[in-house]
């Protein structure tokens, strides 16, 4: 059997788990508070200011308010370091024709860990204080975050596939500030 069918056979073998009240409680509480005064219903799922925003999932950034933009305005997409993987042109491309993106910012982030360690130190920081072997990922640390973010940004804008009318442009958000530097690339 091969290796993915061998994995597809034991996934679905997995019996499924209710879903977890009491570690989800405090969620599901201020859910049902932010329902009460919910005010979205008339958004698209369009961006309104047609931007999208590539950023870390760094909890200290909130996207929408350091452009001084609201639920509605913006696509947002995060994952560690803010990169520009396959998934994020994947998701870009289609943002740019089907979602109203004009605009592309790219902002990574002072202070962040992907910035702040090489890829083999974090894979043996995991293996040795939680006994995983992550090698078979690639976290896409950085050493140069301005050269990396240069990089990315040159990736999306020589995307073949996105709509050749969007803009691209690239800024590191100061977490101590919330001031963003732009970033010629």
Do not use: W
Not at 11 to 39: A, C, G, H, S, T
Not at 50 to 59: E, K, Y
């Amino acid at each position: 059997m091969s290796k993915p069918a061998l994995f597809a056979s034991v996934f679905y073998m997995v019996e499924p788990r209710q879903f977890n009240q009491e570690v989800f409680k405090d969620l599901i509480e201020n859910n049902n508070k932010y329902v009460e005064n919910f005010q979205h219903e008339d958004l698209t799922g369009t961006a309104k200011e047609g931007l999208a925003i590539v950023t870390c999932m760094d909890s200290r950034i909130s996207p929408l308010a350091a452009v001084g933009m609201h639920a509605g305005d913006v696509k947002i997409l995060r994952n560690a370091g803010a990169r520009v993987t396959d998934d994020v042109l994947r998701t870009l491309v289609l943002a740019s024709y089907l979602l109203g993106v004009k605009r592309i910012l790219i902002m990574p982030h002072t202070d962040c860990r992907m910035a702040n360690g090489d890829e083999a130190a974090i894979h043996e920081k995991i293996r040795k204080e939680h006994g995983v072997d992550t090698r078979s990922l690639e976290f896409r640390t950085v050493s140069d975050q301005k050269s990396a973010l240069i990089t990315d940004v040159i990736r999306v804008r020589s995307y073949p596939l996105l709509n050749n009318e969007v803009v691209v442009g690239g800024a590191i958000y100061n977490v101590a500030t919330g001031k963003l530097e732009p970033i010629d690339a």
